[in-house]
């Protein structure tokens, strides 16, 4: 499954809400989908898993949705440390997949 | 806490080999399944492969298949990537993560070790 990520580079100020999409070549079986947070020289943290559920410690603002081929990650109010790439990766299929990321830079 | 911390990386010439590890606290490591994942310079991430609690269960990218080995010891709380006839592609920083449910999806990361292949 091939995962389609838009847009590539999103510019937002502090306090404004971030939509993140994640598109799938194919159905992801049982909407088996993660959403990843990747700073500059750190590894990723995982933030949301089976497409709606947040991760242990990921504050509220942080939201994933969607079914089938579509999903989000919204971020509701972007504070400072949420600017970092987002990763989507689907483990409903194998191989399991990553998309290209979405850079939210601050505007 | 959950702690990952992965060690062995460094410059190899292409052809050459390296063994990765990856030490594992703060958790039942023989409750889980572990992996690998990489990530080339400025790239995005390539899961590389899986190995199940009790290695009973092992999988591999079709990019490394026949040229990698995961394995693990439970006594160790440790976990391995043997990487033979590496190639400039595999040039990356690799992480192994924890995966909660043997799902192949990654709660917890280590930080990384780089991988150099280059003459």
């Known amino acids: 499954i091939v995962l389609t990520q838009s847009p590539g580079t999103l510019s937002l100020s502090p306090g404004e809400r971030a939509t993140l999409s994640c598109r799938a070549s194919q159905s992801v079986t049982s909407n088996y989908l993660a959403w990843y947070q990747q700073k500059p020289g750190q590894a990723p943290r995982l933030l949301i898993y089976g497409a709606s559920s947040r991760a242990t410690g990921i504050p509220d603002r942080f939201s994933g949705s969607g079914s089938g081929t579509d999903f989000t990650l919204s971020i509701s109010r972007l504070e400072p440390e949420d600017f970092a790439v987002y990763y989507c990766q689907q483990y409903g299929n194998s191989p399991r997949t990553f998309g290209q990321g979405t850079k939210v830079e601050i505007k | 806490e959950v702690q990952l911390v992965e060690s062995g990386g460094g410059l190899v010439q292409p052809g050459g080999s390296l063994r990765l590890s990856c030490a594992a606290s703060g958790f039942t490591f023989s409750s889980y399944s572990m992996n690998w994942v990489r990530q080339a310079p400025g790239k995005g991430l390539e899961w590389v492969s899986y190995?199940?609690?009790?290695?009973?269960?092992?999988y591999y990218a079709d990019s490394v298949k026949g040229r990698f080995t995961i394995s693990r010891d439970n006594a160790l709380t440790s976990v391995y990537l043997q990487m033979n006839s590496l190639r400039a592609e595999d040039t990356a920083v690799y992480y192994c993560a924890r995966d909660p449910r043997g799902q192949l999806w990654f709660d917890y990361w280590g930080q990384g070790t780089l991988v150099t292949v280059s003459s």
């Open positions: 190995i199940s609690s009790s290695s009973s269960t092992i």
